[in-house]
């Protein structure tokens, strides 16, 4: 069943945006890019994860919405730092708004809509050594 779209008056309805939390990975060698956090600290943490004793030979940028610019600068230049393989992968995924009345006569309401997804994972080359 189609539902037609609403007029949502701001005077009317404060929304929530909210994301499912199990979409999302929770590993150690995942950077989540927002519009709010420092570029700059994003890019020392990935640096971080790479050099932390050789523990990730990869890590996964991860963005949606807005943020999907950043995320690709960042990918980057973290490349352009450390010579990495990029594979990116997009996608669309499905989240909820939550609509809360201001006014007293109206009812609290939920909105779905579609936003887009880029996940970027970052490879070290593989290193050559000559053995004995």
């Not at 701001?10 to 999302?24: G, S, T, V």
């Not at 919405?65 to 950043?70: D, I, K, M, P, V």
Request: with cysteine; proline share 3%.
């Amino acid at each position: 069943m189609s539902e037609e779209k609403f007029h949502r008056d701001p005077e009317e309805y404060a929304i929530f945006k909210r994301l499912n939390n199990k979409q999302f990975s929770k590993r150690l060698n995942d950077v989540y890019v927002t519009r709010k956090t420092n570029f700059k600290a994003q890019l020392e943490r990935c640096m971080k994860l790479i050099s932390s004793n050789g523990n990730y030979r990869e890590i996964t940028i991860h963005g949606m919405g807005s943020a999907l610019e950043r995320t690709i600068n960042l990918a980057l230049q973290f490349q352009v730092k450390t010579n990495c393989q990029l594979n990116t992968k997009i996608a669309s995924i499905e989240v909820t708004d939550h609509l809360m009345p201001l006014l007293d006569d109206l009812e609290p309401m939920n909105d779905t809509r579609w936003v887009s997804t880029i996940h970027i994972t970052c490879t070290l080359p593989a290193i050559l050594t000559e053995t004995k």
